[in-house]
Every structure is written in structure tokens, then in C-alpha cells.
């Protein structure tokens, strides 16, 4: 009996899944071993002193949320996987974390989002100079804001070659800021004449006889097309209404995907025609290529060099240009 005992206890623990369980807003967390579903659930109640009138709990993954309620995903599951209890009408936040220190959360959040923002284009600068090309107005303005000294510390540079990086940042964002206004101008004087050849026309046409009738004309869209969805997210599709020069503030990973997007659905989402959707896709396409150009020019003077395997920072125009 004694062996046969044995043997049962080890089949037994083959079948029992480890795993660590936790209610929402506790940092305790428990361990407790369960061969099914709902045996998890009846441990987790009473290692978490649930009571009663708050059952049944609700399993989800700590990491994500996922609803465990499924007894075979639940057995596809890892060892030591964390779980949080939620009793009746709670419901999982991101905002929960496993270390027990939510309180600190909500008060370093927005600070560590722009934090890594800043760090993060650093370090692309870091890898590559070049990249500079290739950034949006929006990071651009970023890394100029950024402290001289703090830059200088992420990127393990002297303060001198900072103040030259920066220099030449804002280089790039005033030249993108007078080629908007540029086409902004060119933009209003052609709408200038569209408008005077539609007065002459207008006046030189023999005054036509009424209509008892209107034709009907078929603009080539239809209520279908306002259900046309697009990848874009809501900031680009704003960028793209809004601004006079659109392609010169979206950083190249978007207007590749304006480039992708397909006309129609494009200009049913901006509102426009597709005349206007698809010159709109031609200028992001050429301000893409010339982007890509500089990038190619860069790194072939690179490769020139005497050996040189990081573009040197002292290059850089040192001179500021004012806003």
C-alpha cells in the first residue's frame, strides 16, 4: 500500500498547476496549486478571504487582463502564472501593478511618458545622426526643449556639441516651417486665380434659360463610402485636415502609411475627393523620397570619410537661426 500510495501522490502533483493569485487593489499575493478552474477559484476565495456575497470571483491574467474562463486555455497556461481575483462588479485596470506600488503611479506617470520620450529619441540620434531627417516637428521641438545638461548626460557628449545639435535642430524645423508657408502661399494665389477664371467665365456665358428640371449629378460617392475605415490614427487624420502643409510635420513612419492607404478610403475619412485625397498622397510621397535622398547622401559621405564610423558632431552649423 505504501507505494502504491506514492505513486498516487506524484500522479497527483503532475496534475496540479502552480500558479499565484492576488486580489485588485492588494499587494499580497498567494500561491496555491489547482489542477482545474474552478479549483483555482475556490482556493483563491479562501487564501483571499472573499466572502461569500461576493462570489463568483472572476480570473484574470495580471499582465493584461485576460479573462480566464476557459478550462483549456487555463491548461495551456505556464506554471507560477499570476492571476488577479476580482470579485462581483470589479472590474481590471492597467494601472494595476505587481509590485504593490500603485500609489506611486498616477503621480509619475505623465512625467515618465515624456521622460522616455525624450531619452528615446536620444538614443536615436545616438545611433545615427541622420535620423534627424526622418523626425517629426513634434519630436524635433522635444529634443530642443530638452536641457542642455540632461541631453548632454543621455547622449555622453560636452554641452558645446549639444548646443550645435540643437542649433541644427531648429534649423530643420524653421526650414519645414518657411516650406509650409511657402506652399501655403503658392496654395492661396492658385485658389486666387481658380476663383478670377470662374468669375470670367461666369460673365462671359450667355445668361442660359430656366430649367423646370435639375439634372442630377452623380458625384461618384455614395452614403457606402463614409463606412471606409483606414489604418491612420485620429492625430494624423487631424494633421492631415488641418494643416496647410501636412507632410511636413509627420515624421516618415506616417506618411508611409498615408502612402498605403487607399485613396478612396483616404478622402472619405478627411472628407475630400479623390483628386484631393491623391495629390495629398503625392506630396507625402515626395517629401518621403526627398527624406530618404538626404538620409542616402549621408550615409555615403559617411562611408567616404577617412575611416570615420560616427558622423562627427562638431559639423554640425553652429550658428542658430531666430524664430
Sequence with gaps: KAPWGIAERQVMAARLKRCVVRRRDGPEQHGVAASCLRELRDKACGVLAIDKAREPITLVLAEDGTIVDDEDYFLCLPSNTKFVAL???EKWSSKILDSGTSWLSESVDEVDSAA?????????????LSNIILMSEEDLQVLIDVPRSDLAEELAQS????????DTLQQVLDRREEERQSRQLLELYLEAL???DSILSKVAEPEAAPRKEMDVVDTGTSSTDTSATTALSDQVLAALKEKPAPELCLDSRDLE??????TAALASALGWDKQKAGALQGACDQEL????????TLHSLRSTSKGKKVLPWGDWPSSKRKK
Design 289 to 296: 523620397s526627398k527624406r530618404l535622398k538626404q538620409v542616402q
Design 194 to 196: 481658380k476663383t478670377e
Design 257 to 262: 502609411l498615408v502612402l498605403k492607404e487607399d
Design 87 to 89: 470579485a462581483k462588479d
Design 116 to 128: 522616455e520620450k525624450w531619452k528615446q529619441l536620444a538614443r536615436q540620434l545616438k545611433d545615427d
Design 159 to 166: 554641452e558645446t556639441k549639444i548646443q550645435v545639435l540643437q
